[in-house]
C-alpha cells in the first residue's frame, strides 16, 4: 500500500466505521416483510432485469397481450366445480387438484371446463385436514400433461400469474411476483410446500393453479391455517402419493376421528367398551348425524366394536347409504344415523341470504402454557363448547364448574369448522 | 438456441459490426450495439429473451469492471487538482439538464412528481459506452480527463436527485401532520443515505480486502482472477444490501487506486483482458433495446430528448467557461455526454415499483430516448474526443472526423 496517509491504525478505523455503517444501516433499512400482503415488493434484481426486456420489448398494452395469450394457452387446464363454487386445475389426464372445500364435497362432483366441457370427477383424497383435495375425473380424450416445476426451479422475483375460473366459466387472473418457498405444516400435510408471493390471495381464487410465465404449473391455490396459501409442486405430489389408511377415510368421509380410549378417559365418560369420538368437523355427515367428541360408539347396525379396524365398513367403496349406530354420551345410550353421503340442501334461504348460526360456547381469550387445555391443543381464540357434556355460554358458569370439578373433565373445544375433545385433568 | 451458441455468436458478430462500422467511422461500441438489436428479439430474435437473462451475469461483471476501472478517476492527487472543478462541471450540466427537463415536462401540463423524477433521471450519463469511446479512440488530454471524472461524479449526482425527488414525493403522500414528522422524513430521507453511505462503505470494505490481497499475488492471471472476485462479491453484496451497485463499484476502484502501489498496473491489466466482457454487455445492451419503442416517443419524450440534450450541451459549455476549462473542453464535452443507459432504465424500473401511477407516463418517455441516446451517444463522444484532438490515432490530413483510423 501507499504510504502516505495509509497509517493501518487510521484505515482500521475507517474500515470500523464502514462496517458500522452497514451493519446499522441494514438493520434501520426498511424490510419488506412476506407476511404483510400490503407491503410493496421490491423486486429481485433478476425480475427488474427481466421486466426491463419485457418493458423494451413490449409496450404497456403488448404485455397485457402477452398475459392473454398465456391465459388462453392455460385455458383447457382450469376448470370449475359446480358444487364446491370453486376452481380446479387439471394435473394430469386422469386427476384434478382444487382447495379443501368449505364443508363436505360431493362425490361425484361435477366439472366445468373451457366451453361446454363438463367432467364427472370422484374424490379420492380430500379431507378438512388437509390443504388440498385429489378428484378423479373421467376424461375421454386425454390433454397433454401439464408441465409443472418446484419452487427451487425458478428464481425470487420471478413473475407469475394465478389462474381460475369465475361463476359465468370465464377465466380470471391475478399477476404477481415468487418471493421465496417455505416449509409449513398445513394441517395433516406436513411439512408442506408453501410458495409466498405478491399475489393477493381472495376466496374467489380457492383451487385457483398458479404458473409462471412461462406457462409451467407452480402451485395450486389451497387452504393452510384458516386462510389461503399458494401449494407447490412438491406438496401437491406429496399429497397425491398419500397412502390412505382407516383415519384419514373417516376423516375424509364423515369427518369425524375416532379412537380407542385410555383408562382415565373410561372412567371420566363412564364406559368400558367401544370407541371413542375425539374429533368432528362441522358441514360433515358425523356433525350433521349429532356425534360429537366424547361421544362412544358402541355399535355399528348392531355389530359390536372393538377396535377401529370394526369401521372399515363405514368407507368401503359399496359403503349402503345409511348406517345405525349405537353411541352412548356420559352413560346415557342413543341411536344415531350417520348418512354415507350428504343431502342436498339449497345453500341459500328462499330470500337469497344464508344467515350464520350464533356460535355457541364460551371464547378461551388466554391458554397457560403448561394447562392441560394447552396440552390438548387449545389456543386465545378457540370456544370453549361443553364440559362433561354440559354446554356453557356464560365464562363465570364454565369457570365455576371447572373450580367445582373434581378429578377428571371432559372438555369439548370447537376452532372454526373442528369440534375436538380430551380430558382436562384438575389439579 | 441454446446459451453457448449464443454466446459465441454474440462474440463473433460483435467483432464483425465493430469492425464495420469502424468502416463509416463509427465507434466500435455502436457496432456491438447495433448488433445486438439485430440479434436480439426485436429484429431477428437469434437472441432470444431466455438467452438474454441466462447471459446477465457477464453484464454484472463487466458492469462492475467498467465502474471499477472509472473509480479510478477519484485517485487523492487528481482529486486535489481537479476534484472542485469537476464538481463544479457536473453540477452545471446535472441542474440544467435535470432543470430544462423538469421545467418543460410541468409545461406541458404534467405533475410535478413526474417532472422531478424525469428531471433526475435526464442527469444519468451512461458511464459504460462514453468509457469505451474514450479507450477505444485512446483519448488523452484534457476533455477525455475531464469526461471520465464527469461521468463517475454525474451518476452520482444523478442517484442523489432522484432519491431526492422520491423523497419529496414521499413526505408529500405520508405528510399525516407535524406529529408524524419524524416517521415520514426517516421513510423519505433513508434510502439516500444508505445508497451513498452504505454503498461507499461496503465499496471501501471490498476495495481495502482488494488492496491488502494484492500486495501478496504476483501473477497477472492470479491478480485478475483477486479482481474478478472481489467486484462479485461487491455487486452480490450490494445487491443483498439493498444498495446501489454503481456507487459501490465506482468505491472498490476510488479505494484501491488510493491504497494500492499496484493500481496503475492492475487498471492496465485490466483493458488488455475485459473487451470480451464488454462485447458481450454491450451486444446485451442492444438486444434489450427495442428500436420499435422510439415510434412512440410523443411531446413530453421530446421534451425529455431535447431539454436533456440542451442542458448537458450549454450547462458543460458554460460550466467549462466560467471554470476557465480548456478551450476544447468548453467546446466539446457536452457532445460527449449525450449516452444514457443503464442507471435511467434501472430507475425507472424502480419507478414501477414505488410510483406506479406514474409509470405508464414515464415508460415511454424514458424507453424511447434511452434508446435514440444509447445509439447516438457514443458517435457524438467519439466526434468529440477526435475534434478536440486528443484521439491516439489523430485525425487524417482531410480534417474529417469520418476519416478512417
Redesign the interface.
Known amino acids: 500500500m501507499k504510504r502516505s496517509s495509509r497509517d493501518p491504525r487510521y484505515l482500521a478505523v475507517l474500515a470500523l466505521a464502514a462496517a458500522a455503517i452497514l451493519l446499522v444501516g441494514n438493520r434501520l433499512r426498511p424490510v419488506r416483510n412476506v407476511e404483510d400482503g400490503a407491503a410493496q415488493p421490491v423486486a429481485a434484481e433478476s425480475t427488474l432485469s427481466q421486466l426491463t426486456r419485457l418493458t423494451q420489448r413490449r409496450s404497456i398494452e403488448d404485455r397485457v397481450e402477452f398475459v392473454r395469450q398465456l391465459v388462453a394457452n392455460r385455458n383447457p387446464y382450469i376448470y370449475r366445480l359446480s358444487s364446491a363454487g370453486q376452481s380446479a386445475v387439471l394435473w394430469n389426464a386422469a386427476t384434478l387438484i382444487t382447495a379443501r372445500p368449505n364443508g363436505y364435497m360431493p362425490s361425484p362432483e361435477s366439472a366445468t371446463g373451457p366451453g361446454t366441457t363438463l367432467l364427472e370427477a370422484s374424490v379420492t383424497t380430500a379431507g378438512p385436514q388437509l390443504p388440498l383435495a385429489i378428484l378423479a375425473t373421467s376424461l375421454e380424450r386425454p390433454p397433454l400433461r401439464i408441465e409443472r416445476v418446484a419452487a427451487g426451479g425458478f428464481p425470487d422475483g420471478s413473475w407469475m400469474l394465478a389462474l381460475w375460473r369465475s361463476t359465468d366459466g370465464s377465466l380470471a387472473w391475478s399477476e404477481g411476483q415468487y418471493l421465496q418457498s417455505r416449509r409449513t405444516n398445513c394441517g395433516d400435510l406436513m411439512p408442506a410446500q408453501t410458495l409466498a408471493s405478491t399475489i393477493e390471495l381472495s376466496p374467489k381464487m380457492a383451487g385457483a393453479g398458479v404458473f409462471s410465465l412461462d406457462g409451467v404449473l407452480i402451485g395450486v391455490v389451497g387452504r393452510c391455517d384458516g386462510g389461503l396459501a399458494i401449494l407447490g409442486v412438491q406438496a401437491i405430489e406429496l399429497l397425491s402419493g398419500r397412502t390412505n389408511d382407516l383415519d384419514d377415510r373417516l376423516l375424509e368421509r364423515y369427518g369425524m376421528r375416532v379412537g380407542i380410549a385410555d383408562d382415565d378417559e373410561h372412567a371420566a365418560l363412564r364406559f368400558q367398551q367401544g370407541l371413542l369420538v375425539r374429533e368432528v368437523w362441522k358441514g360433515y355427515q358425523a356433525y350433521a348425524s349429532g356425534l360429537r367428541p366424547g361421544d362412544v360408539i358402541l355399535s355399528v347396525d348392531r355389530a359390536g366394536l372393538t377396535s377401529p379396524d370394526d369401521l372399515q365398513r363405514l368407507v368401503l367403496p359399496v359403503a349402503q347409504e345409511i348406517f345405525e349406530l349405537q353411541v352412548a354420551s356420559l352413560g346415557r345410550r342413543r341411536t344415531v344415523s350417520l348418512r354415507a353421503r350428504p343431502e342436498v340442501k339449497p345453500h341459500f334461504a328462499s330470500a337469497g341470504v344464508l344467515l350464520a348460526e350464533k356460535e355457541p360456547g364460551v371464547l378461551i381469550s388466554k391458554v397457560a402454557g403448561e394447562s392441560s387445555f394447552a396440552a390438548m391443543g387449545a389456543e386465545e381464540g378457540d370456544r370453549l363448547l361443553s364440559l362433561d357434556g354440559r354446554a356453557f355460554d356464560d365464562p363465570g358458569a364454565a369457570g365455576s364448574y371447572l373450580e367445582r370439578a373434581r378429578g377428571s373433565v371432559w372438555a369439548t373445544v370447537c376452532r372454526d369448522e373442528r369440534v375436538w375433545g380430551a380430558l382436562i385433568s384438575h389439579e | 438456441m441454446n446459451e453457448i451458441i449464443s454466446l459465441g455468436v454474440i462474440l463473433l458478430l460483435a467483432l464483425l459490426a465493430g469492425h464495420l462500422v469502424q468502416i463509416l467511422g463509427l465507434p466500435e461500441v455502436t457496432g456491438y450495439i447495433l448488433a445486438g438489436v439485430v440479434l436480439g ?2 429484429v431477428l430474435g437469434w437472441v432470444s ?1 431466455e438467452n ?2 441466462a447471459l ?1 451475469v457477464f453484464s454484472e461483471v463487466a458492469l462492475g469492471l467498467i465502474l471499477f476501472s472509472i473509480g479510478s478517476v477519484f485517485e ?1 492527487r487528481l482529486l486535489v487538482r481537479s476534484g472542485t472543478r469537476i464538481l463544479w462541471l457536473t453540477l452545471a450540466e446535472s441542474t440544467l439538464a435535470g432543470g430544462l427537463v423538469a421545467v418543460g415536462i410541468l409545461l406541458l401540463g404534467q405533475p410535478w412528481q413526474i417532472a422531478f423524477l424525469l428531471g433526475a433521471i435526464a442527469i444519468a450519463t451512461a458511464p459504460a459506452s462514453t468509457l469505451m469511446v474514450i479507450r477505444e479512440c485512446g483519448g488523452r488530454g484534457p476533455l477525455s480527463d475531464t469526461l471520465t471524472g464527469i461521468i463517475a461524479m454525474n451518476n452520482i449526482c444523478c442517484i442523489i436527485a432522484f432519491s431526492l425527488a422520491a423523497s419529496a414525493i414521499d413526505l408529500s403522500a405520508n405528510w399525516a401532520g407535524i406529529g408524524n414528522l419524524l416517521p415520514a422524513l426517516f ?1 423519505a430521507i ?2 439516500l ?2 445508497q451513498l ?2 454503498s ?3 465499496g ?2 471490498v476495495g ?1 480486502m482488494l ?2 490481497w494484492s ?1 501478496q499475488v504476483v501473477e497477472t492471471g492470479e491478480m485478475l482472477i483477486l479482481l474478478a472476485g472481489s467486484i462479485l462479491l461487491c455487486v452480490g453484496l450490494a ?1 443483498w ?2 444498495l446501489s451497485t454503481l456507487v459501490a463499484s465506482l468505491a472498490v476502484g476510488a479505494t484501491m487506486v ?4 499496484r493500481s496503475r498496473k492492475l487498471f492496465d491489466t485490466l483493458g488488455g483482458t475485459d473487451p470480451p466482457f464488454y462485447a458481450i454487455f454491450f451486444v446485451i445492451v442492444g438486444a ?3 428500436v420499435s ?1 422510439i415510434k ?1 416517443i410523443g411531446s413530453l419524450g421530446l421534451v425529455y430528448l431535447v431539454g436533456r440534450s440542451v442542458g448537458k450541451f450549454l450547462g458543460a459549455r458554460l460550466g467549462a467557461k466560467l471554470l476557465n476549462l480548456d478551450a476544447n473542453v468548453q467546446k466539446y464535452l457536452g457532445y460527449a455526454l449525450m449516452a444514457q443507459a443503464g442507471l435511467a ?2 430507475l ?3 419507478i ?3 410510483y406506479p401511477d406514474y409509470y ?1 407516463v414515464m ?2 418517455v424514458i ?1 424511447s430516448s434511452v434508446t435514440i441516446c444509447e445509439m447516438f451517444g457514443p458517435v457524438s463522444a467519439r466526434f468529440a474526443i477526435i475534434r478536440a484532438g486528443e484521439s491516439k490515432s489523430r485525425v487524417a490530413d482531410t480534417g474529417s472526423i469520418w476519416a478512417l483510423e
Do not use: K
Open positions: 428479439p426485436s429473451i438474454l437473462q446477465g487523492y421513510q433513508f434510502p443515505f444508505w453511505l452504505g461507499v462503505a461496503l471501501f470494505l481495502l488492496a491488502a500486495t445487491r444490501f439493498g488510493n491504497l494500492s502501489e434489450d433495446l427495442d419503442s412512440d432504465i434501472g425507472m424500473l424502480s414501477e415499483q414505488r405508464p415508460h415511454a424507453l
